[in-house]
């Protein structure tokens, strides 16, 4: 099989020559720790031992994005605008590894938000792709290998409100001015369907995912209740969409606790989710024995084990062989590897995570 065969095949309970499994590498000073032992991204690409996936998220940042700009510095700390607005204090050391403050997001009422809108959120593809966007998604969809568009921290119903006015904000405007968050919903599901209706009109995708982070390490940020009220009938104009225009899977990514969360998203037509963070609660074979098959399944492999070492490693992924041989589920880390995995420990796990889904299914 090649790349596309093999994960259609998985996401539909197909038999496979082997599991599909992916990585999802590391953060910059994890990278950095990686090359003083001895990684070189010339020799050692994940890709050449796992399974390959073009997946496009960039495509729905503001744009034209926030000039860069420093507002304040010391020692140890700058003060900056990022390229979606928002004001950020960030260590100068290790700023990976730690937790920025949001000091400031750039709406804080409606006429900010439809300024915005207006300036930066356009579905113009000759801007976010390119000149030259339908040669070169025929280009790349050409490849035999899944063809996937995350919506990455600008497709949803709560995380990109969130970077709009801060969650603090956001939480707030539900009880108090719930039509302004609608309205900020419904803008999202028009530029999402306006995005991807250019781009199905010129190739098929094979998954689209939304984008949400709408978690804690202990419940959701917002209550299953008005999830469904105010969430549940935008995902499913969206849903509703994408599936008459061919795409036959849709998901999301959330990190944090979303057990609460996941009937609805399943009732709005989404068929797979990750990465499903473990030190949050969430552990895939529960997973599939409380959801059943109508849910795929991505990531949930502890990275906290890569950092334990081989041994632990082993285990983990002896743990999760049940689901990688019943299908449905695409095993890689629940997030990107933090700088205490050393990369012995990370080829380690690939290595092994090549032999367990090595398995022929017949």
């Known amino acids: ?79 900056y605008i990022n390229h979606e607005g928002i004001v950020m204090r960030e260590m100068k050391r290790h700023a990976y590894s730690s937790m920025p403050q949001f000091l400031k997001f750039p709406v804080e009422n409606r006429q900010e938000f439809r300024a915005f809108w207006k300036e930066h959120m356009q579905p113009d593809l000759t801007k976010r792709i390119g000149p030259d966007w339908k040669e070169q998604l025929r280009k790349w969809r050409a490849q ?29 405007l539900f009880h108090d001015d719930p039509a302004f968050v609608e309205e900020m919903m419904d803008a999202n599901a028009d530029f999402i369907i306006a995005m991807m209706s250019q781009i199905l009109d010129v190739i098929a995708i094979d998954a689209f995912g939304f984008w949400e982070d709408m978690a804690y390490n202990h419940a959701p940020l917002v209550s299953p209740a008005m999830a469904r009220k105010y969430m549940l009938p935008r995902y499913r104009r969206v849903t509703d969409f994408l599936r008459k225009r061919g795409v036959p899977h849709i998901g999301l990514d959330s990190d944090g606790q979303i057990h609460p969360l996941i009937p609805i998203w399943m009732e709005a037509g989404l068929n797979f989710l990750y990465p499903f963070e473990t030190q949050a609660g969430m552990d895939v074979l529960e997973v599939r024995r409380r959801y059943g098959k109508k849910l795929r399944i991505w990531g949930g492999v502890d990275k906290r ?6 041994a632990a490693i082993d285990r983990e992924l002896a743990r999760l062989k049940p689901l990688i041989d019943e299908g449905g589920y695409i095993p890689h880390t629940d997030h990107t590897c933090p700088p205490d995995i050393s990369f012995a420990n990370y080829c380690h796990h690939l290595k092994r995570l090549a032999e367990v889904c090595r398995r022929r299914h017949e």
């Open 305 to 310: 084990m890569l950092a334990e070492g081989p």
């Open 1 to 79: 099989m090649n790349d596309l065969e093999r994960f259609r095949a998985c996401m539909a309970y197909q038999p496979v020559d082997h599991t599909p499994f992916w990585s999802w590498g590391g953060w910059p000073e994890t990278i950095e720790r990686w090359k003083r032992e001895g990684y070189d991204p010339k020799q050692h690409e994940p890709a050449d031992i796992t399974d390959k996936r073009l997946v496009f998220g960039g495509w729905f940042q503001p744009n034209p994005p926030f000039a860069h700009k420093v507002l304040e510095e010391d020692a140890d700390h700058v003060v």
């Open 144 to 172: 035999p290998v899944p063809f996937i568009i995350i919506s990455d921290r600008w497709g949803g119903f709560f995380g990109p409100q969130r970077n709009l006015v801060g969650v603090e904000k956001l939480c707030m």
